[in-house]
């Protein structure tokens, strides 16, 4: 008998607990045990606390709730806790009708939600799906959700002081309609933000800056920023309200790639007071300035992307803006913008410089200069490029200039009403690899 019973012992001691299913439904019974379709709980705040790693909670297809989902519980690495839909029809949805502060409170770790509707969250300065770390929380991804039409900001990563969000993947989302940035992380520390639809985002002035997606201070690195398309449409913003990628004083390897950003009030990609970000192979169309490196920048590298702008195409400009709300420009020997890489680039603007370099930008000689060569630029005015206090419309007539190998596009070659841009075969080298799309 006692070997009986320690051997039940190490057993109950080396399984772990069974994942179960909880399925929540508009039609359900809060005194039900919610395990199966037929005996499915009724509201959200009566499944949650029940879950355990491994588990998985249901919502029914078609079904709405009008409360938040509160997911406070961590899963495990290989166990975390699922969101999903089960039956048919349209996503089950959490409408917050304009009363809830935010639709899903991710406030754990090993959370997966998967193919859910956010609507009506009420808080300007909230996510719509909020991950807040209390404590160190890692490993979550929002997959095939639809977020759209809340009052504040789409998702919103952040969190406690010295806490940290890790390994987060936000992946095949539609985030559309809301009034503030779709994308907004203060604290991501290696994560995937990839093939999303943003549109229409950033239609009121919710934060001093915004952009469809915008990462701020350097508790954010290692972000991945890919294969997204981004049409916030042009609601008339002040300059900063409507960019489509905002990279401003983060942490090393940001990369931004193969994103499509069309239609925005400010900058389609602006990186402000920072280092080693990577912005390549990008069609940006239809914006104010295509690609804008801001206040400091070092080592960037901007390279094989497509602009077609309406002022500015390719801006390096070191600016002092003396501590405003984030602190300092980061300095190297003195210098606001050094080491910084732009090749092989297509740019075209409409109404100033295709190429613009100025407050350092145009340091191109000596220790820690900046690189610009190989680059295809054109645009309706003849200075194609503003260096420093100078305009000039060829690049092979000034030896100074020390911009090697750059080319004129002559605008016969961009179709405005599509933004298709057609270079001859020669120029293969030049802009992004996808370009047209």
Not at 74 to 87: D, L, N, Q, T
Not at 161 to 186: E, S
Request: glycine letters at 12%; one cysteine or more.
């Amino acid at each position: 008998m006692l070997l009986l019973r320690c051997a039940l012992l190490i057993l109950t001691l080396a399984c772990p607990a069974i994942a179960r299913d909880y399925f929540v439904a508009p039609r359900g019974d809060d005194s039900a045990d919610g395990l199966t379709p037929a005996t499915a709980l009724k509201t959200l705040a009566s499944a949650t606390p029940r879950l355990r790693p491994g588990d998985a909670l249901r919502l029914q297809r078609g079904g709405v709730w009008s409360e938040t989902l509160r997911l406070t519980v961590s899963g495990e690495p290989k166990r975390p806790i699922r969101v999903v839909a089960y039956g048919g029809g349209e996503p089950p949805t959490i409408d917050g009708g304009g009363k809830l502060d935010i639709g899903i409170d991710a406030s754990a770790s090993y959370l997966s939600i998967d193919g859910l509707r956010v609507t009506g969250a009420a808080a300007p300065d909230r996510g719509a799906i909020t991950v807040w770390a209390h404590d160190d929380i890692s490993g979550v991804s929002i997959e095939h959700c639809d977020i759209v039409d809340n009052a504040g900001r789409g998702i919103w990563i952040a969190g406690e002081a010295g806490r940290q969000v890790g390994w987060v993947f936000v992946h095949h989302n539609t985030i559309d309609r809301n009034a503030g940035c779709g994308f907004l992380a203060t604290k991501l520390n290696v994560g995937w933000i990839v093939d999303n639809n943003l549109a229409g985002n950033c239609g009121k002035t919710v934060d001093p800056w915004q952009a469809a997606i915008r990462v701020w201070s350097a508790d954010v690195r290692q972000l991945y920023i890919a294969n997204n398309r981004i049409d916030n449409g042009l609601h008339g913003l002040e300059r900063g309200a409507g960019m489509g990628v905002h990279i401003d004083e983060t942490g090393d390897g940001v990369c931004v790639v193969g994103n499509d950003i069309r239609h925005c009030d400010a900058s389609g990609i602006e990186i402000e007071n920072t280092r080693g970000v990577l912005a390549r192979d990008n069609v940006i169309f239809d914006v104010d300035t295509g690609i804008f490196v801001y206040r400091a920048g070092h080592s960037h590298r901007i390279e094989h992307n497509t602009v077609v702008a309406r002022s500015l195409g390719i801006v390096l400009q070191g600016w002092l803006a003396h501590g405003v709300d984030a602190g300092p420009e980061t300095r190297v020997d003195g210098e606001l913008l050094t080491g910084n890489t732009v090749t092989a680039n297509v740019a075209v603007a409409d109404r100033w410089a295709s190429l613009k370099l100025v407050g350092g930008g145009e340091r191109l000689e000596g220790p820690h200069a900046n690189i610009v060569a190989d680059n295809a630029l054109g645009g309706e005015r003849p200075e194609l490029v503003e260096l420093g206090n100078r305009h000039f419309d060829t690049y092979s007539s000034d030896p100074a200039l020390k911009i090697a190998k750059n080319f004129a596009i002559s605008p016969p070659f961009l179709d405005r009403a599509t933004g298709k841009l057609t270079l001859p075969s020669d120029w293969a080298p030049y802009g992004a690899r996808q370009f047209p799309r």
